[in-house]
């Protein structure tokens, strides 16, 4: 069987797919209030690289349970990849705010219980090993609890009933950071290949400028942070890399 030279240099390439939310698929707020995909998002430059292939299969408002499927139909496929990035926790652990605008005084739940994401979490790391499949575990680029809460009150909601039931803004982001947190440990017990975004982005004094205006969204200048992570990730031999 004769292999052209393109399809030999192809054999050499990783193979990866990345399973996540809008993060990873790129989406931005623009200056119209409108969410769009930044062309040049970093999975987009990163697949520029010349010893990588990537599918970005990421999807707007995706959640565990969601990522959980697509990997599974993902393996009944057939196909198969050098590495599978996980990207999840930002829609884990939102809340439906229309209703808590609605009603603050009741109990409300995050879209994933923290239990139910760190159990979906193992079954899909377990599911990759079991599959000869390198996991590579991202931590979430940090939320900004003020921001995101103007950029709710911009939708109609209301800010006093918000933060009846929030308390204060950084309700937001400490609630956010205990699913980041979860995906760090797991990358830790499993020893996989870890993606340390979130420290990217806490590194820097003037992070809400990386941001976009909806204060969840890394805007241009975070995807280039985030590009950053995986570049080092890739050089650095002293870790599994892409």
Request: charged share 20%; glycine share 6%.
């Amino acid at each position: 069987m004769n292999l052209s030279a393109e399809n030999l240099i192809n054999k050499t390439k990783a193979q990866i797919s990345v399973l996540g939310d809008s993060v990873l698929k790129g989406i931005i707020l623009n200056q119209r209030g409108r969410y769009e995909i930044l062309p040049s998002n970093c999975a987009a430059e990163m697949n520029k690289k010349s010893n990588i292939i990537i599918n970005n299969k990421s999807r707007f408002g995706c959640t565990i349970t969601k990522g959980w499927q697509m990997l599974q139909k993902t393996l009944d496929s057939g196909i198969t990849y050098d590495y599978i990035v996980l990207e999840f926790g930002g829609n884990d652990c939102d809340f439906k705010w229309n209703e808590v605008s609605d009603n603050p005084s009741v109990e409300h739940k995050p879209r994933t219980s923290l239990t139910e994401f760190i159990a979906t979490y193992r079954l899909m790391i377990e599911t990759l090993i079991k599959h000869k499949i390198k996991p590579v575990l991202v931590s979430l680029p940090p939320v900004n609890g003020q921001k995101y809460l103007d950029y709710l009150v911009s939708q109609g909601l209301s800010r006093e009933n918000l933060l009846h039931f929030l308390h204060e803004p950084e309700t937001i982001y400490r609630y956010h950071e205990a699913y980041s947190l979860a995906v760090t440990r797991l990358a830790g017990e499993y020893n996989c290949a870890y993606a340390p975004v979130r420290e990217e982005f806490l590194d820097k004094w003037n992070q809400p400028d990386f941001l976009c205006a909806d204060g969840i969204h890394p805007n241009e200048s975070g995807h280039r942070l985030m590009q950053n992570v995986f570049e080092n990730m890739s050089m650095n031999r002293n870790q599994q890399h892409l």
